[in-house]
């Protein structure tokens, strides 16, 4: 497909200009505070699901309903980022999670419950406003650079998410943690006003005629399609991994409390150092090859975290050294994606993102609710092999692209 021309966007010229001290950090900061918001339950569905009446089995509709809340904001609240300033519908997609969060905290119904869960995912796409007004507002040779900055902070939220909610459930119980996310909300709120410029998009699309060239892109765009393929298949593993460790460290062979379990989760946060690294090494062209190993890295750590359903020292290394993999290989391959499909088409960003983070976030959704199911149906190896069988299609979808693409060899004389 033709890249578009890279002039084109509005932002270049403010791109060139001195951003305020300290846009990125900030950025980072207030995506990875809300992003947050969205995952302090999944650590703790057991004793939410006991105190609202829920069937263990069915704790995981938790984390699934707030994703799915997620990807409906992204469908239909995300793309209006490339028609309205951007700041001002950050801020309005935020008072949503606000909302959420202070309904989880004092409701004792499960259906409200649940459908607050589906508004704090709601309400937690401002992160997908503000990461292609990042990326609108930067220097153009350094967009995998910002991005890769950007998503640190959105992979360290989503990673100390797990350890901090359980280590608020632990002496204060878990509707305090939905009392911070709301507090979060408002802090968030505050620096957005505070640290970030605004900006206005040339875009004026109509809401409906913006849908509709969302569709067009969904069925048209190759890049889009292969890319989120990827992506879907990545978190679907990663969320199933977050979602039924918990599980796995709760019972016997390690039989964990919530606080030793978070120390364990904080492991994983490690990984977020890998996103700003792929960004410079996308920006240097080498997005293939940054694809090529995040997804074979993601295969090897479940042939890793296999050997963690045994217990003892032996076990408990092996999950933590496959969550250090896993939790690299999965930010890499997201932002080779993003700088690939954002400097192919910067008039699109917000839509393409939206498209996009949506089919991430449906593989998220889908991997909480089998991880549960997988872990408790069949043990921790159930688990493994219905994990490992994303990566590993991935892999495969990839390295067939790569075989189509590659040019045919030039035959010998001699058959």
């Known amino acids: 497909m033709a890249r578009s021309d890279p002039s084109s966007d509005v932002n270049v ?40 009446g829920l069937a263990p089995e069915r704790a995981g509709i938790i984390v699934t309903f707030a994703q799915l809340g997620y ?58 406003i503000l990461l292609p007004y990042a990326a609108a507002l930067s220097d153009p040779k350094r967009q995998g650079l910002m991005v890769g900055r950007v998503m640190s902070g959105i992979l360290t939220g989503i990673m100390l998410s797990r350890p901090v909610s359980s280590l608020i459930t632990g002496p204060l119980g878990w509707r305090s943690v939905f009392f911070a996310s709301a507090v979060i909300c408002l802090g968030a709120a505050g620096l957005i006003l505070v640290r970030m410029p605004a900006r206005q998009p040339e875009s004026k699309l109509s809401y409906g005629a913006m849908l509709k060239s969302m569709g067009s892109l969904a069925l048209g765009n190759r890049l889009l399609q292969r890319r989120a393929a990827y992506q879907f298949l990545m ?43 792929a960004g410079r090494v996308a920006d240097r062209g080498a997005i293939t090859l940054g694809t090529t190993l995040s997804l074979s890295a993601g295969v090897l750590s479940w042939i890793v975290v296999g050997w963690g359903g045994s217990g003892g020292v032996v076990g408990l290394v092996a999950l933590l050294v496959g969550a250090l993999l896993l939790d690299g290989a999965v930010p890499v391959s997201l932002v080779m994606s993003q700088r690939e499909l954002f400097s192919a088409h910067p008039n699109e960003r917000a839509r393409l993102n939206g498209l996009f983070m949506a089919a991430f976030f449906v593989g998220g959704a889908a ?31 990839h390295l067939t692209f790569l075989a189509l693409q590659a040019p045919p060899r030039s035959k010998g004389v001699r058959k």
């Open 13 to 52: 010229s403010i791109a060139n200009d001195r951003l305020p001290a300290g846009f990125e950090f900030a950025v980072a900061c207030v995506c990875g505070a809300i992003v947050a918001n969205l995952y302090f339950a999944q650590p703790i569905v057991g004793e939410i699901a006991g105190t609202l």
């Open 71 to 128: 990807c409906l904001g992204l469908l239909l609240l995300v793309p209006l980022a490339d028609a309205l300033e951007n700041r001002r519908l950050a801020l309005a997609v935020l008072v949503v999670g606000f909302a959420a969060s202070i309904t989880m905290a004092l409701t004792t119904s499960p259906t409200l419950f649940l459908i607050a869960c589906f508004g704090i995912g709601l309400g937690s796409v401002s992160v997908q």
């Open 235 to 277: 978190f679907y593993s990663y969320t199933l991994f977050w979602t039924a460790l918990p599980l796995l460290l709760s019972r016997p062979p390690y039989s964990l409390d919530q606080v030793q379990i978070a120390f364990v989760a904080l492991a994983g946060a490690a990984g977020a150092i890998m996103s700003p690294l």
């Open 367 to 397: 991997g909480a609710s089998v991880g549960v199911w997988a872990i408790e149906s069949f043990g921790w190896h159930g688990a493994m092999i219905a994990g490992a069988s994303g990566p590993l299609l991935a892999l495969t979808l």
